[in-house]
């Protein structure tokens, strides 16, 4: 079976400093990558998406940025964090074809002071 | 371009109560539609989905949804709520996966379940 996996669970960075979240999927091969940003009351914001190794999509302009060094890892990173980076960030993962159905990891709780 | 709208933000039922949450799509050409929901400071979790045929769908926990194309809608319904129901909600629509089709998430409703 598919897991997907997602850390640091949660993460205190000071303004400035920079951000390395990790996601990996285990039991499939290719799959589309995801990393989506919750804030509260604005629900999930697509930030980034990934539909092979190197490949990345970049939805809405920001201070972050995405990799995908390995066909099941994808990693969003920041050089310097901004106090509106505060967030819930959430990697998911589709299969590249059929009905784009999406499996959540258990998200990573960022918060910038 | 697709997008979701979920009218309530909150919604509060007595336990044992019917449910009834409301979407709203946008979409191009025919949906792929999906319920989510989401407990406090974890993941989403895939309630259920529509892909075609059967217009009532049915999913996990006793929640089941209807897709109605005249008024693009897909309301999540669930007959008697139990207090392990109160997470937040989310509808979402997409195409096929592929040529960077991607789902597009409502903003949410936040379900409270009173004793």
């Known amino acids: 079976s598919q897991t997907i996996h997602q850390w640091p669970a949660t993460l205190v960075q000071p303004v400035g400093s920079p951000l390395s979240l990790e996601c990996t999927v285990e039991g499939t091969s290719n799959p589309n990558l995801y990393w989506y940003r919750q804030a509260a009351g604005r629900g999930l914001q697509l930030l980034f998406y990934?539909?092979?190794?190197?490949?990345i999509s970049s939805e809405v302009p920001q201070n972050l940025s995405a990799s995908r060094p390995q066909d099941r890892q994808f990693i969003l990173s920041s050089k310097k964090l901004l106090l509106s980076d505060s967030g819930f960030y959430l990697c998911?993962?589709?299969?590249?074809?059929?009905?784009?159905?999406?499996?959540f990891g258990a998200g990573s709780r960022l918060t910038v002071l | 371009a697709q997008s979701v709208t979920q009218p309530d933000i909150h919604i509060t039922v007595s336990e044992g109560a019917s449910l009834e949450l409301r979407c709203n799509y946008s979409y191009g050409a025919t949906p792929y539609l999906f319920w989510y929901v989401q407990s406090p400071g974890q993941g989403l979790q895939l309630l259920l989905k529509y892909f075609s045929g059967d217009t009532l769908v049915q999913g996990i926990k006793g929640f089941e949804a209807e897709f109605k194309r005249s008024q693009s809608s897909f309301n999540l319904r669930k007959p008697s709520v139990h207090w392990s129901d109160a997470a937040e909600y989310f509808c979402?629509?997409?195409?096929?996966?592929?040529?960077?089709?991607?789902?597009?998430f409502g903003t949410g409703t936040q379900l409270k379940v009173e004793l």
């Open positions: 990934s539909v092979g190794i190197g490949q």
């Open positions: 979402a629509v997409g195409g096929l996966a592929g040529g960077g089709n991607k789902l597009t």
């Open positions: 998911a993962w589709g299969r590249g074809s059929g009905a784009n159905v999406l499996t």
